[in-house]
């Protein structure tokens, strides 16, 4: 049984910041990646950022400058920093943890709200 799970959501005005976590616990023999993704209302989900278990980070545009991705390995934990918050920004932040690039195990957390009021 693996459990992802994030925290650190809410509800700031724009230009504040927030810092999500996620850890993943359980029997997890390793994971090759960990990442944040979100989905606005109407909208499907998208990759925010991701970061290898080497430390390659990967960081969509429309956040890169005001969101950093970092990793402790040894907790498998990550989090996202995030800066000058925007409106847009606002959507449902979810982990994932990937044990393999491709056809590995994939495994998500239940998310945590972010709201950014202008």
């Known amino acids: 049984q693996v459990q992802v799970v994030e925290s650190g959501g809410g509800l700031v005005q724009a230009g504040g910041s927030l810092r999500l976590t996620c850890t993943a616990s359980g029997s997890i023999s390793s994971i090759y990646d960990m990442g944040w993704y979100r989905q606005a209302p109407g909208k499907e989900r998208e990759l925010v950022a991701s970061?290898?278990?080497?430390?390659?980070?990967n960081v969509v545009d429309s956040v890169k400058g005001r969101f950093t991705i970092s990793r402790d390995s040894a907790k498998n934990t990550v989090h996202l920093q995030m800066n000058s918050l925007q409106p847009e920004d606002t959507a449902v932040y979810y982990c994932r943890t990937r044990t393999r690039a491709f056809f590995g195990d994939d495994y998500w957390g239940q998310g945590t709200q972010v709201a950014v009021s202008s």
């Open positions: 970061i290898t278990a080497g430390g390659s980070t």
